[in-house]
């Protein structure tokens, strides 16, 4: 108790026990304390996806909201620098300002957890390494991560990486950092790489008739030289009534015809290009203007946001999956998604984000099966209240589970971040 | 400068030669496994040819299964072990020790499938770089990561050093453009990162092994993505009157929004080597040439093409060439890529540095390498990809004269000392080997290294893989750093060099 105290003393603490660190050098101070202690703390940021991963079992609560702002921002070496707990909207002003943007498109998570935006900090984005649909094209958030600096499970002050993109100089342990739940460092610092936005973009909606189509559809855009920057199928369902109206009143545009599934893809670039690129694919996936119709620039942006705000599954009171697979395999998943559950295919035909109805919930199971043999994974991304975690969140083997319990012993080997969050063990 | 400290030999290891040669002709074919002193010459050294090592045998697995199978009995009888690709590397990765085994992957030679449904090709990873282009061009599709070397370097070694080329702003380097790996770790254990689908779950294991140097496992197979050939490809070829007006004009295609798939920097001392060695039609009255490449559409490239010369112009250019044929736009490239051997033709000796730093400190890194130059009384020529601020500045001296050895060790180690304070790395893909070992600490202090020192304890506790690089040994800054070719004698001097 003495110690919590001492802790107390340094460190601001309100009534509800959470720490709020101001700089590296008091959440260096925490953890060191914690570590003595052998009290594990859970870490947060604004709390926009701290519903995502398994319930920490932790007897402390460390906040890094106090850890906030831009550090360094140079548009022509294409990088910004930010505080951990920088919320991303004002990174993205910053960057708008410059004519520039977070390519990877972060996903708003506000949506599903609560019905309104709140896209939350860059630190948990790069702790869920979650990318929206320009992913297949520009990489994940991992791939946007120059460097970054934070405090290890021991309490000391560590950094990798730098502002430059070409660096081979010690391990990357940037991409290791993404996607790691904060359970292997507490994030203090973040180098992103940011580029030029497109000047314009338009999209193109495609209406098929049955499954193969889909696949042959995406297929074709993504061996096309005319790239594009966003592929998605939004079905049909008709079981579902509640989520029909959903989808038809999210997905309400002037030129999107309604109560039909449609594939929309989009292209960006300058006005010229965006036309000799949409003449090419037209051709290429051989259709004429009859079967499709086209949104412009003033629709397929808020489009493709609705598309990254998951705004179909609003504040869903089912579990959400996320399914990454190789698309070769989308169009077999589709046949069995088919008024079994919600769902729609991202990333040309790689992501499937599915809605599991909480009464089903043995059906994950089957689902997560079925990612293992397509040679994909799933991640259970908001668990319905009923939830029991009969099945985990997270697909992993044996063997990436030993290295990852080893890797956690490396950086943490109290087990003093986050413990659970991901794994039990890790 | 061939002296450099290793770890500790441990002799007991050399007095069981014949035992361990033994028994690891039990664990592959017989033929597999080398040891007679004519037979392990060739893998003496990597292409940090400065160092060599003979390595107490050296085995040539041909499946996972027996590189697992050699790496759990070296792990069980504590013999370190050196993985080695193609033997390309700059920074002496690969170097061989004593009583160490050299693990060659050159039998995993094969292409095990090509997917172009999933755009991806799982591969050996002795498989060449370029062999990846050639199997699936025919559909107009290639490898995006385009190091120098590509002819030759494998991809398993691409892997181990996350090689880049000149096209990683646009492009990325290897950690960006493959899909899986499956490794073998040094007790012998089978594992499989990522697959056929983008960003595996969970601890992004793929991009922690990804330049690591060999010290964490032995890649035995890799799924890369393929991407379509762009539709066009134009270069522009710019002559500048100052490094200022040249360097400025670089940074501001980069803040107008364009992404160039390769934009390459020269200055003079260069520029006359090149044109002298490969008659490339430079302008030699420039102090500073710009080589730009846009890929994409036909209206695309014609677009950024045009937006590309007016900023040039105003930056008071001095020349200014676009290319209107792909002979054209190979020819304004020949220079650029007979960098290297033109300098070896200009004096007995060079020296290739290879250091990051931010595109806009350019001006500030050139003057004061010229203020080195003449400090040190030995020319320097300066390469510079432009579009990721990787810097290759080429020292030219006489090895044997031991005073002008000595002076280019400082001189070199110098550069990237300066590259570390305007912002930079003292690699940006060379890697650090044996070679820049020491100057770590330039980069990261003692918790950083101690952090990744640990995890190579939890990954390999006993350190027996690849011992003795990327980390110091020393601990102090020792004046290293750079690549030595001596009377142009590249160990692969078919290479080109960018």
Not at chain 1, 150 to 178: P, R
Not at chain 1, 335 to 351: A, I, M, Q
Not at chain 2, 277 to 303: C, H, M, Q, W
């Amino acid at each position: 108790m003495s110690t919590k105290i001492k802790i107390n003393s340094q460190i601001f603490q309100d009534s509800n026990n959470i720490y709020y660190p101001k700089d590296e050098s008091e959440v260096s101070d925490l953890i060191r304390e914690l570590y003595k202690q052998d009290s594990p703390t859970e870490i947060i940021g604004n709390n926009s996806k701290s519903f995502i991963g398994n319930k920490t079992q932790s007897a402390n609560t460390t906040s890094l909201s106090k850890i906030s702002g831009i550090i360094d921002y140079r548009p022509e070496e294409l990088y910004i620098k930010v505080k951990a707990c920088t919320p991303i909207n004002e990174i993205e002003q910053v960057l708008s300002e410059n004519n520039q943007e977070l390519a990877f498109e972060p996903i708003d998570f506000g949506y599903i957890k609560e019905g309104k935006s709140n896209k939350g900090t860059i630190a948990g984005y790069l702790s869920c390494n979650y990318a929206g649909s320009r992913r297949f094209k520009v990489g994940s958030v991992r791939d946007h991560v120059l460097g970054f600096k934070g405090v290890n499970g021991k309490g000391d002050i560590i950094k990798s990486g730098g502002t430059v993109v070409k660096n081979v100089t010690g391990y990357d342990l940037s991409k290791l950092i993404a996607g790691s739940f904060g359970t292997l460092v507490v994030l203090t610092e973040i180098t992103l790489k940011v580029l030029p936005k497109k000047d314009s973009s338009k999209t193109v909606i495609i209406y098929p008739s049955n499954f193969e189509q889909i696949y042959d559809f995406f297929n074709k855009l993504s061996s096309s030289s005319s790239e594009i920057s966003g592929a998605v199928f939004v079905p049909e369902q008709s079981k579902d009534k509640d989520f029909v109206t959903k989808k038809n009143s999210v997905f309400k545009f002037n030129d999107l015809k309604s109560n039909i599934s449609f594939i929309a893809f989009r292209v960006e670039g300058d006005k010229i290009s965006i036309e000799e690129k949409i003449n090419n694919l037209k051709k290429e996936l051989k259709l004429s203007n009859s079967d499709i119709s086209t949104l412009d620039v003033y629709q397929s942006e808020p489009f493709w946001k609705k598309v990254n705000n998951l705004e179909v599954f609003e504040k869903t009171e089912h579990n959400l999956i996320r399914m990454v697979i190789p698309p070769a395999n989308g169009s077999k998943l589709c046949k069995h998604l088919e008024n079994n559950h919600n769902y729609f295919v991202d990333w040309c035909g790689s992501l499937f984000w599915i809605e599991v109805n909480s009464k089903k919930e043995e059906k994950i199971k089957d689902l997560k099966k079925m990612a293992k043999d397509f040679g994909g994974y799933l991640t259970v991304i908001k668990t319905s209240s009923e939830y029991d975690y009969g099945e985990a969140i997270f697909t992993v083997d044996k063997v990436r589970l030993m290295i990852s319990e080893k890797v956690k012993q490396s950086f943490d080997p109290k087990r003093i971040l986050n413990p659970g969050k991901m794994y039990r063990g890790v | 400068m061939s002296e450099i400290a290793l770890p500790k030999i441990d002799s007991s290891i050399l007095n069981r030669k014949s035992e361990i040669v033994k028994k690891l002709s039990k664990l592959t074919n017989i033929e597999n496994v080398l040891s007679e002193a004519d037979e392990l010459r060739p893998y003496e050294t990597d292409a940090l040819s400065v160092y060599t090592q003979t390595p107490l045998a050296v085995v040539l697995p041909e499946n996972t299964e027996e590189v697992s199978e050699i790496l759990k009995y070296c792990h069980s009888e504590n013999i370190k072990v050196v993985p080695r690709g193609a033997g390309t590397g700059l920074s002496g990765g690969a170097l061989p020790l004593q009583d160490a085994i050299l693990l060659g992957l050159g039998k995993f030679n094969k292409i095990l499938e090509i997917d172009y449904e999933n755009k991806c090709v799982v591969t050996q990873p002795g498989v060449t770089n370029l062999g990846i282009t050639h199997a699936v061009q025919h559909k107009g599709f290639y490898y995006a990561p385009d190091p120098s070397s590509q002819l030759a370097c494998s991809i398993g070694g691409n892997v181990a050093e996350n090689s880049g080329g000149v096209h990683s702003l646009k492009y990325g380097t290897t950690t960006n453009n493959i899909l899986g790996v499956q490794m073998v770790m040094m007790d012998g254990t089978i594992c499989r990162f990522g697959g056929k689908s983008f960003d595996q779950e969970g601890y992004d294991l793929m991009g922690l092994i990804c330049g690591s140097e060999g010290l964490l496992g032995v890649v035995t197979e890799v799924t890369v993505k393929i991407l379509k050939t762009p539709e066009v490809v134009r270069a522009a070829l710019i002559g500048f009157p100052s490094i200022k007006e040249g360097g400025d004009a670089a940074s501001e295609i980069i803040s107008s929004g364009i992404v160039p798939a390769g934009m390459e920097i020269m200055d003079k001392a260069l520029i006359e080597a090149t044109d002298n060695f490969s008659k490339a039609g430079y302008p030699r009255d420039a102090e500073l040439l710009l080589i730009v490449e846009l890929d994409g559409t036909e209206s695309e490239v014609n677009e950024l093409i045009k937006k590309v010369e007016v900023i040039c112009k105003k930056n008071n250019c001095s020349s200014l060439k676009l290319s209107n044929s792909e002979k054209e736009r190979l020819s304004f490239w020949a220079g650029r890529k007979a960098a290297f051997p033109a300098c070896g033709a200009m004096a007995p000796d060079y020296y290739c540095m290879d250091g990051s730093i931010p595109r806009g400190k350019l001006a500030e890194a050139l003057l004061e390498i010229k203020k080195l130059s003449e400090k040190y009384e030995l020319p320097v020529a300066n390469c510079f990809h432009a579009g990721d601020g990787n810097l290759h500045p080429l020292i030219m001296f006489d090895g044997n004269d031991k005073e002008q050895l000595r002076k280019t060790e400082e001189f070199g180690s110098e550069i990237l000392k300066t590259c570390v304070r305007l912002g930079g790395v003292i690699t940006g893909e060379h890697g650090v080997g044996i070679e820049k070992r020491e100057l770590m600490c330039e980069m990261f202090n003692d918790n950083d290294i101690q952090q990744q020192l640990s995890i190579k304890k939890s990954l390999d506790e006993k350190n027996l893989l690849n011992p003795g690089k990327v980390y110091p040994i020393l601990r102090k800054c020792a004046e290293e750093g750079r690549v030595h070719v001596h009377k142009n004698k590249d160990k692969f001097p078919d290479l080109p060099r960018f």
